[in-house]
């Protein structure tokens, strides 16, 4: 038998062991004062990029451990679902590891840590909703929960020195979107040059497209069609013809054909009575000569998801034929002109009625900044975007978790046998969060988690770590606010992960594929 | 054999094959076979029951599985050995025939071999060891007929279902929300039963994944759910009291399977195909519309004309929809599958009450749901986790839950489960023994050995001094002539099976001690192997 194996003892070392590698490799991120990765590329040297996002760090590194797999797993969907705490969630898996494995020395046997686990888990999505508060009601007063949410996402980021200025541009293009949770209608757009704070989410739209030869750069009242059609060679969709002519005379009648064709849709498409035509495919220069002499304002090659964001601003749909323009909504804007941004040029749209996409336009010096404020940004977006949906919120900064470790650990009084023991490493694994936030700030951990631990003995359930001060701080007052779904979702997926790798004992591999 | 020539034109033999083969005979085969055989069943026996462990498998592509259903282990291992093939294979045939007890079947083989060993050893044949355990099978058989109780249930009271299920869920990783998956499983079960005809079509069940949330949030869908979104961004994402258009011909002018050429040779000619392949967009779309249909689901993809012209007409479409889910589709609202687009009248259209598309988290990941069908004869139990595997494990778990239920509805009987009826079957076949005269007599008694097994793996895996265990079991079993006493895996404190509410199915089990015993005869009748390796 060729069967690559690691059994019992062995096969759970080898979890514990690459469970807890990966968790340390991630844990310096984590939190304010958590430091950065440069990622290099294994296939081009010149790749690299700098990030402190726990998902986009663990996407990229390879790993042969199958437990640390799991955990690069766990983050990805952390990453999909709610897309924030992507680091946490892999950090508390390790702790729930490191936590076991110190039991699984004393002899204690997995599926009682797990039964442990499962009664911790329970008490503590308990203490968390219970911690968690809805502030929707009152507009005002949940936009600066939004804001605070997202000034907290951000401040372990590369924005938080301009924190304040990404939360309103973040909190402002959620908003936008209505409820929608489809961030793809929030484009990104990066441009090298001047530094982060000249950012700025742009009232209408832009689009990183040139308008046609010879058209006018300036559009007032424009009434625009969205359009998905071919404009460079119109071929006719019925299969097996070919053209076959007897003359040369002929080959120019059929190409005249094909022209008059061509014109004849580019009649239609004007007959709409529009005065910008923005098209998902290529315009030829025929078409496009057409539209300029009939004073139409046409946009070639914007790509499937600028299509789809561009109907979403202007309110046009996004249209393919073009026999019936009484059926054909059109989109409408103030003013299309075109910008200069740095160095490119690029078409803005504004003034739109009821615009649901917006763009919001990031500066900054290089490259590796700007993609990493990108991440950053769309973590904020992510979580605010999801927060519409599930409005509760709970305090960050190490707060809610020892909160919950609290709870865990009266349970643990309560529950008789050897689980009570897989209890009480929840809880500590728990308090291993705020610790760690403490370690990377270079803060005396041991002595604040142990005051954070008495503070919240004493009742006082708002206190937290200060990351500014390095002491205990009312996390009320200093706004620092995460989101329940994150929290609730990181706790769950972590558990079942050190759950489900805690259940094997057998590691069989197949021979690699030969390549 | 082949004859060359050097060069001094002197032939040579050059004797390949010889090379290129391995043979094992007589006792050293089967030896190497047993072997093999009891080497997989220390591999999954760990697995068993409701303290079993899992097995994370890692695949050629290092794509990682965490599992301990048997079927799926078996089927993920790295296997080259012809005996490990067979093992396979069986593991196989119980799960498509029954569903569970996929780890049970090998373990079981594994132990029999385990055992014929010994006696080979002392000097019984083969054969005498294969018909010795043919007929240990039937007693073996016929006591656990004997054993088995009747459960009832209706369409209103299905607890004993579940209870069922319940024992099938409680070894999987999923065993935190055992109940409530077993719910769904009995649940979607009896949706699409024939309680008449006793009869479950299992395929109307469908089991749909996508990672994100917990395992809590798992769901029974009384419809179907599509893993697409609408084909224009801007159709309408719910349609209430949807009319569907099932096709199967795709959006675009008829390709005839006949080999032809459409010569274009003069303007007008070109014009009028023009013209002609508008009409054939236009048609298409009427046709569908005048049909009355206010949703249509298509089997192939559409051009953005086509697209368009359906957006235009209200009509939300979604496109490339699979085979499977067509018929799904087809069955659960009553419409016909259309494969031309002349065919299509109002009576041919599904219904659904309710429709629609809905995102999942933050990357643009969309379902479609088909609620409140007409027919209500498709279901659709749609699995949330925090990871892949957990997803992929719980689908099995269900998978299992939903085949047991099934045997249930064919044959309501059952035995207790814990080892409960190994360690019955077990004395009943060594109480056999004794009245035989002949040397087989040693071999059922063998068999009876290895039907210990499964309650000795079930005590060791639950932390239970597994001798101890099992020869209190035993001595109980006789003392009280209760066959329902088995292995207290979870320390509830007794150990009678009735009061614990852990059942099996008695086909499960059946097939079971039938696969395992014919696995065994037939790896014991193998005397000769002969390996060719391959090229390289």
């Not at chain 1, 014109?263 to 007959?271: E, M, R, S």
Request: proline share 3%; charged share 25%.
């Amino acid at each position: 038998m060729n069967l690559d194996q690691e059994k019992d003892k062995e096969a759970r070392i080898s979890s514990f062991v690459g469970a807890i590698a990966l968790s340390e490799l991630v844990s310096p991120t984590l939190g304010p004062k958590g430091m950065d990765k440069i990622l290099q590329s294994m296939s081009n040297n010149n790749e690299i990029s700098v990030t402190n996002d726990g998902a986009t760090i663990l996407k990229s590194i390879h790993m042969s451990n199958p437990a640390a797999k799991i955990l690069i797993e766990i983050s990805k969907v952390q990453d999909d679902q709610v897309g924030d705490g992507t680091t946490s969630v892999v950090v508390l898996a390790g702790e729930l590891l490191r936590e076991a494995k110190r039991l699984i020395e004393l002899k204690i046997h997995p599926q009682i840590i797990i039964s442990g686990f499962r009664k911790a888990k329970a008490v503590a999505l308990k203490a968390l909703e219970k911690a968690s508060v809805d502030k929707s009601k009152d507009k005002e007063a949940f936009r600066k929960e939004l804001l605070k949410l997202a000034g907290t996402t951000l401040s372990s980021k590369i924005l938080k020195t301009e924190k304040d200025k990404f939360s309103e541009i973040a909190v402002d293009a959620v908003l936008r979107l209505k409820g929608s949770t489809n961030l793809e209608s929030i484009q990104i757009l990066k441009k090298k040059g001047g530094s982060l704070k000249d950012s700025y989410i742009e009232e209408g739209f832009i689009l990183d497209k040139k308008i046609g030869v010879g058209q006018p750069k300036r559009l007032e009242n424009a009434k625009i069609m969205v359009a998905n059609t071919p404009m460079d060679t119109d071929k006719i969709k019925i299969f097996g013809t070919t053209v076959k002519v007897d003359s040369s005379a002929k080959v120019a009648e059929i190409e005249k054909a094909e022209r008059d064709k061509m014109i004849n849709k580019c009649k239609k498409i004007v007959a709409h009575g529009i005065n910008c035509f923005i098209n998902r495919q290529l315009i030829y220069n025929l078409p496009e000569q057409y539209f300029t002499d009939n004073g139409v304002l046409s946009i070639e090659h914007a790509d499937f998801s600028g299509i789809e964001r561009l109907a979403l601003v202007t309110g046009a749909e996004i249209v393919s034929t073009f026999d019936n323009p009484e059926k054909v909504k059109l989109g409408t804007a103030k003013l299309i002109e075109e910008i200069m941004i740095g160095e490119d040029k690029l078409i803005r749209i504004s003034g739109c009625p009821d615009p649901a996409a917006c763009t919001i336009v990031l500066r900054g010096s290089s490259g590796h900044i700007l993609d990493e404020a990108e991440r950053s940004l769309h973590d904020a977006l992510a979580v605010l975007s999801q927060v519409q949906i599930e409005t509760r919120t709970v305090y960050g900064g190490g707060c809610i978790e020892v909160l919950m470790a609290k709870d865990v650990e009266e349970e643990a009084k309560k529950v008789s046998g050897k689980e009570s023991l897989a209890v009480e490493a929840f809880a500590n694994a728990l308090r291993q969060i705020p610790k760690i936030l403490c370690d990377n700030a270079g803060f005396d951990s041991n002595q604040i988690v142990a005051q954070l631990k008495a503070e919240h003995y004493k009742g006082n359930v708002n206190a937290g770590v200060d990351m500014n001060l390095g002491c205990i701080g009312d996390m009320q007052q200093l706004g620092v606010v995460e989101s329940y779904k994150v929290k609730y979702h990181a706790l769950l997926s972590a558990t079942e992960a050190a759950e489900m790798i805690l259940r094997v004992d057998n590691i069989i591999k197949s021979q690699p594929r030969r390549k | 054999m082949n004859i060359a020539f050097d060069e001094y034109g002197r032939p040579f033999i050059i004797m390949r094959e010889q090379d290129m083969k391995e043979r094992l005979t007589g006792p050293e085969a089967r030896k190497a076979n047993i072997l093999i055989a009891v080497s997989l069943m220390n591999i999954l026996k760990t697995s068993l029951g409701p303290k079993g462990m899992d097995k994370i498998l890692v695949s050629p592509d290092g794509e990682i599985t965490v599992t301990n259903d048997g079927a799926t282990i078996l089927d993920n291992m790295d296997i080259t050995n012809e005996i490990e093939k067979l093992l396979v294979e069986l593991s196989k045939g119980q799960d498509d025939e029954i569903g569970d007890g996929t780890t049970s079947v090998v373990v079981f083989a594994g132990a029999l071999l385990e055992q014929a060993q010994k006696l080979l050893d002392k000097g019984i044949h083969p054969i005498r060891i294969a018909d010795g355990y043919e007929h240990a099978c039937k007693i073996a058989v016929e006591h656990l007929k004997k054993i088995s109780s009747e459960i009832t249930f209706d369409r209103e009271n299905y607890e004993t279902l579940i209870t069922a299920a319940m024992t099938s869920v409680s070894s999987k990783v999923v065993n935190e929300f055992q109940r409530q998956l077993s719910e769904i499983a009995v649940k979607a079960v009896l949706t699409v039963a024939d309680l008449e005809r006793k009869d479950v079509r299992i395929d109307l069940i469908q089991v749909q994944g996508k990672t994100g949330g917990s395992l809590k949030d798992t769901q029974l869908i009384d419809g179907i759910v599509i893993d697409k979104e609408m084909s224009h961004p801007q159709m309408q994402k719910e349609v209430s009291d949807a009319k569907i258009a099932i096709l199967s011909c795709p959006f675009e002018p008829p390709k005839p399977k006949t080999g032809y050429k459409l010569n274009i040779d003069s303007v007008e000619k070109y014009k009028k195909l023009q013209e002609l392949e508008q009409k054939y967009f236009h048609d298409m779309v009427k046709l569908v519309k005048d049909s009355g249909a206010n949703l249509v689901l298509c089997q192939w993809g559409f051009d953005d004309e086509a697209n368009h012209l359906l957006y235009q007409n209200e009509l939300p479409s979604v496109r490339w929809v699979g085979g499977v889910e067509m018929e799904l589709i087809a069955l659960a609202t009553g419409g016909r599958i259309v494969p031309r687009f002349s065919e299509l009248n109002e009576k041919k259209l599904g219904l659904a009450g309710h429709v629609k598309e809905i995102p999942l988290g933050t990357t643009n990941d969309n379902i479609i749901v088909l609620e409140k069908c007409s027919q209500k004869k498709a279901v659709c139990i749609f699995v949330r986790g925090g990871n892949k595997m957990v997803v992929d494990e719980a689908k099995r778990s269900l998978h299992d839950a939903i085949c047991v239920t099934r045997n249930l509805i064919r044959d309501n009987k059952i035995v207790y489960g814990g080892g409960a009826p190994e360690i019955s079957c077990s004395l009943a076949v060594s109480k056999a023994a004794d009245e035989i005269s002949t040397l087989e007599q040693y071999a059922i008694r063998s068999f009876a050995d290895a039907l210990d097994q499964i309650p000795i793996s079930l005590a060791e895996n639950s932390g239970l001094d597994p001798i101890e265990t099992i020869s209190n079991l035993k001595a109980n079993q006789i003392k009280t002539n209760n066959p329902f006493l088995g292995v207290d895996c979870l320390g509830k404190g007794t150990e009678n099976m009735k009061e614990q509410n852990v059942f099996d199915t008695l086909a499960g089990k059946i097939q079971q001690l039938l696969l395992a015993t014919q696995m065994a005869k037939m790896i014991l009748k193998i005397d000769d192997v002969i390996l060719h390796h391959g090229q390289n």
